[in-house]
């Protein structure tokens, strides 16, 4: 089983850069898919950018070279640099985990953070 603890959210103005991270707590954490979804206010949660237990990565087609996942199995942490923000990148914003393949569906991940928001505006 794992906790996930996300952070670096905040306010950013347009075209500005933010580096979000995931702490995991458990065991086996090398084994787990991982992922990030945002949810915008209204809408659905919407799959971000995942990394697979043998490391390839996805990406959403929004993101358009904008983002780079990463994770750091020595310490069992997640990350997602966001550069190039935009105003519809406004959410909240979820690592989550899940054990086998990477999915893009939220329903098929066991294990979520709480969440961190990120603003983008001027």
Not at 67 to 89: C, G, P, V, W, Y
Request: aromatic share 12%; net charge positive; proline share 2%.
């Amino acid at each position: 089983q794992l906790q996930l603890v996300e952070s670096g959210g905040g306010l950013v103005q347009p075209g500005g850069s933010l580096r979000l991270s995931c702490a995991a707590s458990g065991r086996g954490f090398s084994r787990y898919s991982l992922a990030w979804f945002r949810q915008i206010s209204g809408k659905e949660r919407e799959f971000v950018s995942g990394i697979s237990f043998s490391g390839n990565t996805h990406y959403g087609d929004f993101v358009k070279g904008r983002f780079t996942i990463s994770r750091d199995i020595a310490k069992n942490t997640l990350a997602l640099q966001m550069n190039n923000l935009k105003r519809e990148d406004t959410a909240v914003y979820y690592c989550a985990a899940r054990d086998g393949v990477w999915a893009t569906r939220p329903s098929e991940y066991e294990y979520w953070g709480q969440g961190t928001q990120v603003t983008v505006s001027s």
